[in-house]
């Protein structure tokens, strides 16, 4: 089974400060994706990121950043020069493949950030 | 990008009617909806997978008489939530596979009263 974990379950931070959010993971399959999404207190769910388990390979989109680890099993999300409108809570993901051919997706329990001005 | 609309966004009805909500994939074809439920400050909870033309698949401990899924089309899946109450007030999402990941509905807001 898998399972994934996010220790913080809140942070505040203050505007242009930067941040980290983390994420570890546990699974059995060796071929699977983790994903972050951005919660805005609207309720829906805005995809940031899937990473491929066989790509280590560091990404930077603007001003987010992600830190993926397999020895540790972790996928760290770090927000360069918060801003308010990060404000959010943010999950991480991951998806294994079921044998029946479609992938089932385990959201870990969410971090909420507050970017204070 | 892809779309997948859900709705109602909000809808307050009274214990023992049903509620059906409504996921329609745009200008994609989503072969199989996953069905989430979250409560207030709570992750995600998978509650089913529909796949077209065929039964939905259900978590354990979610009741399939109660959460009624309907996946009739390509583009669109149906969750009725029937005899309502106020225990199933929550937060119900929709997502659909993609090519980069998975496409998100708005969600719904459902308040038994």
């Known amino acids: 089974a898998q399972k994934v974990t996010q220790a913080q379950t809140e942070i505040s931070v203050v505007e242009k400060e930067d941040v980290t959010l983390d994420c570890v993971y546990e699974t059995r399959d060796t071929t699977y994706y983790l994903f972050w999404y951005k919660q805005p207190p609207s309720g829906e769910l805005v995809f940031l990121i899937r990473?491929?388990?066989?790509?280590?390979q560091n990404e930077i989109s603007g001003r987010y950043s992600w830190n993926f680890q397999k020895s540790t099993s972790s996928f760290n999300f770090t927000i360069t020069a918060s801003q308010v409108v990060d404000s959010a809570v943010y999950f991480c993901a991951l998806s294994d493949l079921y044998s029946g051919g479609y992938q089932k997706v385990t959201f870990g329990t969410g971090t909420k950030l507050q970017v204070i001005p | 990008g892809a779309v997948v609309s859900q709705h109602p966004s909000r809808v307050i009805c009274k214990s023992g009617t049903s509620v059906k909500i409504e996921c329609r994939s745009l200008?994609?074809?989503?072969?199989?909806m996953f069905w989430y439920r979250q409560f207030p400050k709570q992750s995600l909870m998978l509650m089913a997978t529909?796949?077209?033309?065929?039964?939905?698949?259900?978590e354990q401990g979610v009741e399939k008489d109660k959460f009624l899924i309907n996946h009739a089309s390509l583009t669109l899946s149906t969750l009725t939530v029937t005899s309502a109450h106020p225990e199933d007030s929550s937060f119900y999402i929709c997502?659909?596979?993609?090519?980069?990941?998975?496409?998100f509905g708005s969600g719904t807001r459902l308040t038994v009263v």
């Open positions: 997502s659909a596979r993609q090519n980069y990941g998975y496409t």
């Open positions: 200008d994609f074809q989503a072969t199989t």
């Open positions: 529909s796949n077209e033309g065929s039964k939905a698949t259900y």
């Open positions: 990473r491929n388990s066989f790509d280590e």
